[in-house]
């Protein structure tokens, strides 16, 4: 329900699981065990997990990520832009663009570019021409 705010979240460097696939049961008690907070569109899963959820009702992204990121900020939770894969959730590492070979553009391995690896999937990061994209969507 809520996968491209969990993509929004980890390009904003907030540790994020996303559970499609589980039960509420399961979800509620991953929860419990890990302090972890649950972000939901439903609303009796919000109310059993209370006071560690927050319900996002609508179904507009840009609406949901605002009201999740004000959210994150008044939790005191760090935002780090660029510090996690936004696939699997895997801190990432800085590394010396070349050694990426053909994961990156030729042109960002010629500048010497700040470039970051996922070691969880192996995908490649850099600040290319939509960085400033995601930049709009931080605090």
Do not use: F
């Not at 419990?32 to 209370?50: F, I, K, M, P």
């Not at 660029?82 to 042109?107: F, I, K, M, Q, Y």
């Amino acid at each position: 329900m809520l996968g491209s705010l969990a993509r929004r979240a980890r390009l904003m460097g907030v540790d994020t699981l996303y559970m499609r696939d589980e039960t509420d049961r399961e979800i509620t008690m991953l929860s419990q065990e890990t302090g972890r907070w649950l972000v939901t569109r439903d609303r009796a899963l919000a109310e059993r997990t209370h006071p560690r959820s927050l319900l996002i009702e609508t179904t507009d992204p840009d609406k949901g990520w605002s009201i999740l990121l004000e959210w994150l900020l008044a939790h005191g939770v760090e935002i780090k832009p660029g510090s996690r894969c936004s696939v699997c959730n895997t801190p990432l590492v800085p590394v010396d663009a070349n050694s990426l070979g053909d994961r990156v553009p030729e042109d960002v391995r010629e500048k010497d570019e700040e470039t970051w690896l996922c070691r969880g999937c192996g995908r490649a990061y850099w600040k290319g021409s939509h960085w400033s994209g995601i930049m709009s969507h931080g605090p």
